[in-house]
């Protein structure tokens, strides 16, 4: 009788267990996306306008840098407590927040003089843009040496050893 009872009352709990499964996969996907584990390629958000390079993993350590460059690929290296301690494409190391990090990949042109950026993987493809080293922007895939790249409104393929971002980090 009691067991009936519970029954009866967990009832019409029951409709809701699959909306409260969708809801923690839906809000628990970024948490995720943040807990690879290290090392790894990520990005600084588009959203952060200002992100804070740290000597420790916590807000009272200095500050030795600040980033204002959105979409800029880092190496994360470490992981602690919800900060990762990254390495820059100048070789720049310390502790950043985490949710201040994208998952999406970025890279970084390179190298002595100006990057060529093709139409097909292949020096023989049509130049499209001349890309100076210092510029960031979005990382497709990478094959063969080539890697799909997007910056400043221009897409191509450029030549892997020309970009920082590609590989295993």
Request: hydrophobic fraction near 40%; glycine fraction near 10%; aromatic fraction near 8%.
């Amino acid at each position: 009788m009691k067991r009936h009872r519970i029954l009866q009352k967990l009832l019409p709990i029951k409709p809701l267990v699959p909306l409260a499964a969708a809801l923690a996969f839906v809000f628990g996907a970024p948490a995720s996306a943040q807990e690879k584990e290290a090392p790894y390629w990520a990005s600084i958000r588009e959203s952060a306008t200002e992100m804070n390079l740290r000597v420790g993993p916590s807000p009272e350590y200095k500050i030795a840098w600040v980033y204002r460059r959105p979409g800029l690929p880092v190496k994360v290296l470490r992981l602690k407590d919800g900060w990762r301690l990254i390495e820059d494409p100048d070789g720049a190391q310390g502790w950043v927040v985490a949710r201040l990090l994208s998952p999406d990949r970025s890279a970084y042109v390179v190298g002595d003089g100006l990057a060529e950026m093709r139409s097909e993987p292949s020096r023989d493809a049509e130049l499209k843009w001349r890309v100076e080293p210092g510029v960031s922007g979005k990382l497709g895939s990478c094959d063969e040496g080539w890697c799909r790249f997007e910056a400043q409104g221009n897409r191509g393929y450029i030549e892997a050893d020309r970009l920082w971002g590609t590989g295993e980090p």
